[in-house]
């Protein structure tokens, strides 16, 4: 069965959907000769349904991708059956249009090419087909382009001029070492040590004898005294990481050393002043903590003068072609390489990935894919096998026009009430069906 003739069995409604969709939805056969053409994409491309239908997409489309060779007959080659990448409608006498493109490619039983669908979305003038430097911000070896990474970029100079204490709350692997060396590094003690102290990573006897020393004599192998780590912050900052994993017992001695700038080394009569600048940092919530009875309220309090919450990666997805990026530039000057960038199949299932280890993850992910690309371009089979499990699972390839207009035309109606705050009768009218087949729809797709 044609790819026209599959799109028949489409009901009135369906392809009133289509009709009246915000994208432009184009079908072709597996000649690359369109089928469907609808309004949006006439719109776009500047060229009437009557004049397209028929004609192969790469005259119509015109994209400026298409000069380097068919998108769509790279992703047969490479057997990647859905792209998103970015590109420009090159239109006569007109700049290009910068838009999005998706291919939704279909297979017959034999898993031979039969057609495909195409959607197009216009994106807002300030893209092009490369993204301008202007549009990522780096900030102390931090880069971003999330709203939220962005306002406490903002906040930091500021904060780092004073001495406040410093809570930065975050899961595992979103760079709080990054942001404490940041405001580290934009104070006036920019040019004394900047100590670091894992608190998970040592048992109670060894990290008191760690953050604040020992004497002569304090214990069987101590030979000679030995200076802690406030010791050797002193006029610095001391990053206390992951502080929520210190013990109780040992939670009163730090609140005394916050508290009054002195510390007492292991077995020593004396107490030392210390001046330190004190940076702690936790992915646990210290607050639940405090009033589960593990973490003192008073040494919470010391030590959250101010909180700053860094957001996880899979919360801010516009970071992840930035990093991959930034993480390539790195790679590629380490190890000597040349590595250009990554297929869109490959950042997409980054971008649908949860990311568990946040940015931590993700550069080794990137590294993982130095040592299995032999090439110039990181592609979908250089994912660790992990990750390559997910995205098969995910995936679940599109392999009928049913499928994929359904899936669609869900996405269409949910962005249509919700434009109109759930209105169905407003919602059923801008779809162009009535409002009994609306509701009809919404108990077939399970949505309330």
């Known amino acids: 069965m044609s790819l026209k003739d599959q799109s028949q069995i489409l009901n009135i409604s369906e392809v009133k959907v289509l009709e ?17 053409f609808n309004p949006k994409a006439a719109s776009l491309t500047g060229i009437s349904r009557q004049e397209a239908v028929g004609k192969p997409c790469y005259e119509i489309l015109a994209l400026s991708n298409c000069t380097e060779g068919c998108p769509a007959q790279k992703m047969i080659e490479q057997g990647e059956s859905i792209v998103d990448y970015r590109s420009l409608i090159k239109r006569p006498g007109q700049a290009g249009i910068p838009v999005e493109v998706r291919f939704s490619i279909l297979r017959d039983r034999q898993n031979r090419f039969s057609g495909g669908i195409i959607t197009v979305r216009d994106l807002p003038s300030k893209y092009s087909e490369l993204e301008s430097e202007e549009q990522i911000y780096s900030f102390q070896g931090i880069y971003s382009n999330n709203k939220r990474m962005l306002e406490i970029f903002e906040i930091l100079p500021d904060l780092s001029r004073s001495d406040a204490s410093v809570l930065l709350q975050g899961e595992s692997g979103t760079g709080k070492e990054l942001f404490a060396a940041a405001i580290h590094n934009l104070s006036y003690r920019k ?10 990573a040592l048992p109670e006897n060894l990290l008191e004898s ?19 780590r406030f010791q050797l912050a002193h006029q610095g900052t001391l990053f206390l990481d992951e502080v929520g994993d210190i013990p109780l017992s040992l939670q009163a001695k730090l609140l005394r050393a916050v508290e009054e700038k002195a510390i007492t080394p292991l077995g020593g009569t004396h107490a030392e002043k210390v001046d330190v600048r004190i940076i702690s940092a936790s992915n646990r919530d210290l607050e639940q903590m405090v009033n589960l009875g593990t973490f003192r309220r008073d040494l919470y309090y010391r030590l959250n003068v101010v909180k700053i919450e860094i957001p996880p990666l899979r919360d801010r997805p516009e970071d992840i072609p930035i990093l991959v990026k930034h993480f390539i530039n790195q790679f590629n000057q380490k190890t000597f390489r040349n590595i250009e960038g990554v297929s869109a199949n490959y950042l997409e299932v980054l971008k649908n990935y949860h990311f568990p280890g946040n940015v931590r993850e993700l550069e080794n992910i990137i590294e993982h894919a130095f040592v299995m690309c032999r090439g110039n371009i990181i592609r979908r089979n250089h994912l660790p096998a992990y990750l ?6 995910q995936e679940n390839p599109l392999s009928s026009v049913e499928q994929i207009f359904n899936q669609m035309e ?4 949910l962005k249509v009430l919700t434009k109109h705050r759930g209105n169905r009768t407003a919602a059923a009218k801008e779809l162009g069906m009535h409002r009994t087949t609306l509701w009809r729809k919404l108990r077939q797709m399970k949505l309330s």
């Open 210 to 228: 760690e953050l604040f020393g020992y004497v002569k004599g304090a214990f069987t192998d101590a030979k000679q005294n030995k200076p802690g």
């Open 20 to 36: 009246n969709i915000g994208e432009g939805v184009i079908i072709i056969d597996h000649t690359f000769r369109i089928t469907y």
């Open 410 to 413: 869900k996405e269409t109606i």
């Open 388 to 393: 390559s499990r997910v995205s098969q699972h």
């Open 191 to 200: 040019n004394n040590p900047f100590v670091v102290v894992n608190c998970a």
